[in-house]
């Protein structure tokens, strides 16, 4: 339903900083919850955040404090940004998108990968 591509991922040291952006190509955009999730190697995928409007916007415990989540309904575009980096952050994120009051994301994007160097 939703075509999605993220980018922003690279290599950061501890502490650092990194923005990931998410652009989707739809129409209605405004309707859609986008949701970031991550996925390390040998573990499940969470999800760190999500963001439906302004009002309505969730962070895992795990990040939250260091992490931001915003969207801009213009450009069709939900970014994640992400401070203080930790080892643990290191993984692959995904974007994907869900109608509000959906069960389950049903679009996703390929994945961008994130690496934190101590």
């Known amino acids: 339903q939703v075509q999605l591509r993220e980018s922003g991922g690279g290599l950061v040291q501890a502490g650092g900083s990194l923005r990931l952006s998410c652009a989707a190509s739809v129409r209605n955009f405004p309707l859609y919850v986008v949701g970031w999730f991550r996925q390390a190697p040998g573990k499940q995928r969470e999800l760190v955040g999500s963001?439906?409007?302004?009002?309505?916007?969730y962070l895992s415990d795990a990040v939250k404090g260091r992490f931001t989540i915003s969207r801009d309904d213009v450009q069709k575009t939900v970014s994640l940004q992400m401070s203080d980096m930790k080892p643990e952050d290191t993984a692959i994120y995904y974007c994907?998108?869900?109608?509000?009051?959906?069960?389950?994301?049903?679009?996703w994007g390929q994945g961008t990968q994130v690496t934190v160097s101590a």
């Open positions: 994907a998108a869900k109608v509000r009051g959906g069960t389950e994301y049903g679009s």
């Open positions: 963001i439906y409007n302004r009002s309505a916007k």
